[in-house]
């Protein structure tokens, strides 16, 4: 494909790296074996990537105010903050799950399916959520507002899900893991 036709159809490279991501990080936390050494300050990673979603919660959702008050200059701030926070919680997430690995839940009883329910809808909407974000990022740096707002109404609440329901799988984890 040539850079034209990249930027008349971006869907396949987005669907390619968006897979591409995702598989690393199935890869990463279910298959691979986690590093046998392990850093003090690895232990700190689960609350800063739960601050980070915190954080990007608060700007997805200020985000949506600031565009429906139709203040164009801090949404753009609001989402592309939001975006920097998601690509900083990725970077922790994959440094912790290098050197930890997964994280086993212990919770019995009624708090069981509870928690599979979120993290299991957590992790399908997150593989979703990623060509969702780049696609909307996509439109909007090319000036398609009509296609940017048609897929930001399905990008935005999926992405404030994900982001919250990984704040609530954390303290879910802290409250019941091994």
Known sequence: MTPRSVSRHPMP????????ISLFLIWLIYLRTPSPTQAGWVAMLPATNAFF????????TAGWVFIRRGNRTMHIRCMLTAVALSAL???????????????????QGWIRPVYFFILISHIVLSMITLPLIISTLFYAAKGQF??????????????????ITGVAVFFFLQAYSS
């Open 13 to 20: 490279w987005i669907l390619l790296i968006s897979a591409g």
């Open 53 to 60: 979603n915190t954080l990007c919660a608060c700007c997805l």
């Open 89 to 107: 919680f990725l970077i922790s997430y994959v440094t912790y799950h290098y050197f930890h690995g997964d994280t086993l839940f212990t919770g």
């Open 146 to 163: 009509d296609s940017h707002r048609k897929i930001a109404r399905y990008t935005l609440p999926v992405w404030l899900y994900v982001a």
